[in-house]
Structure formats: C-alpha cells, structure tokens
C-alpha cells in the first residue's frame, strides 16, 4: 500500500513535470504558428505596398515627360503664333500701301511688291488696284483691333455661334479662328 501510494505520487508527479514541460512546448509552437503567419502577412504587405510605389513613381516620370513635351509644344505653338502675327501685321500694311497707292492711282514698282512677298515667306501677292472697280472706289480701311476681334471671337463662341458664323461675322479665317479657341481653352 505504501508502495502504491509512493508510485501514485511518483506517477503524478511525473504527470504533472510531464504536462509543464508539454505546455512550454505547445506554448512555443503555438507562439511559432501565430508569428509565422503574421511575418509572412507583414512581408506581403511590404512586397505589395513596393510595387505600388515603383508603379507610382513610373507614372509620375511619365507625366513630367509629358508635361515636358508639352511645354516644348506650347512654346513653338507661341513661337509660331508670334510669327504668324508678324507676317498679318506686314501683310496689313502691304494691304494698306496698296488701298493709299490705289486711291491715288500710284502703282507700286512690280520688285518692291515681288522682294516683299518674298520677305513673307514666298506668298503670291495679288496687287488690288490691278482692278478698275478697286481704283475707282475708294477705300476705307479701319485700324486693326485684333484684341478685341479676339474678345469678340470668344464672346461669340461662348453664346454657341459655330465657326463658319464667326467667320463670317469678323471677316477672319476659319483656321485662325479655330485657332484661337482652341489656345483660349487652355
């Protein structure tokens, strides 16, 4: 009886170190499965969150080198509006040589007009006063307002007129005047 007593003992002493030592292991293992899974969750998250931003910074180069092509464009486009504007502005006064030489019956030398029209980038020039009804009519040219024909080109597009009515309301280009709407857009 003592000696089953003591093997009881024993036996649940044994039983006892038994399930301390079990419970550290089951503890660390448990501890190792939660961790595990919670890294691997962590290094996912910074993978995804890596391409992201390599994403995001590939997009932005892509829109500086389109901002950069753009302003590259907008800057010719200036340049060549400015160009434009000076040969309207020669043409206007070529214009106005020719209406003052026809109201006097004066014909300007055939070179001047040939050495100008090459000055303008090789545009046939066709004098006006090589008609009679243009010499015998005289001529009242107003002074060229081309900010407010451009005020008024806008104004009219804003109330809906299409291109062809403003054309023929300010006596101006289709082209130009498409032109300068789509520059007024921006």
Known sequence: MLTNVIIFILAVLLLVFFLIYKKEMIMKMFALNVSTPANEFTQQIERTADSVVKRLEDEAEKIELLLDEAEAKISILSRQVEHANRIV??????????????????????????????????????????????????????????????????????????????????????????????????
Do not use: C
């Not at 100008?116 to 066709?126: D, F, K, M, P, S």
């Not at 009519?137 to 407010?148: I, M, Y």
């Not at 008024?152 to 130009?176: F, R, W």
């Open 89 to 186: 502005e020669q043409l206007i006064n070529l214009e106005n040589k020719w209406v003052v030489a026809g109201q006097n019956k004066v014909a300007l030398p055939d070179s001047n007009i040939n050495d100008r029209a090459t000055a303008l980038g090789q545009y046939e020039i066709v004098k006006p006063f090589d008609k009679p009804d243009i010499i015998d009519r005289p001529v009242v040219k107003e002074p060229v307002n081309t900010n407010k024909k451009h005020q008024l080109i806008i104004a009219m597009a804003d109330q809906g007129y299409n291109v062809t009515e403003i054309a023929k309301a300010t006596g101006m280009g289709k082209g130009e005047i498409m032109l300068l709407l789509q520059l007024n857009k921006k």
